[in-house]
């Protein structure tokens, strides 16, 4: 996979946790950065993206909130901060691009993010 994603661990209810997702062979400035999420047992789902101009969609209700994206231009990097972490927020993260300058709408997201990470284990327990 051309992203890495990192950040995972365990932590508990109320910290925060901020996830990076990276490359080493292309700049991720110039695309639209996806972060998802699949909680066990569950379907993948996404959760926060960014464009190559910076502007935000939000892809499901939970994200909003506790949720952010940025990114880190001297990382080349697109961060997920999450703050006040539950349980439910527990699950493997993945970031993605589907190589366009917009973030692709709800609904096509499949078909739209092509290139994907290994994924990033969270686990939010006390």
């Known amino acids: 996979a051309q992203l890495v994603e990192s950040g995972g661990g365990l932590v508990q209810p109320g910290e925060s946790l901020t996830l990076s997702c990276t490359a080493s062979?292309?700049?991720?400035?110039?695309?639209?950065i996806g972060w998802f999420r699949q909680a066990p047992g569950k379907e993948r789902e996404g959760v926060l993206c960014i464009s190559s101009s910076e502007e935000i969609s939000v892809y499901s209700d939970f994200a909003q909130g506790r949720f952010s994206i940025s990114r880190d231009h001297s990382r080349n990097s697109v961060v997920l901060q999450i703050s006040s972490a539950e349980p439910d927020d527990t699950g493997v993260y993945y970031c993605?691009?589907?190589?366009?300058?917009?973030?692709?709408?709800?609904?096509?997201?499949?078909?739209?993010?092509?290139?994907w990470g290994q994924g990033t284990q969270v686990t939010v327990s006390s």
């Open positions: 993605a691009t589907g190589w366009g300058l917009s973030c692709p709408r709800a609904g096509v997201l499949d078909i739209e993010y092509t290139e």
């Open positions: 062979k292309f700049f991720l400035r110039y695309y639209a």
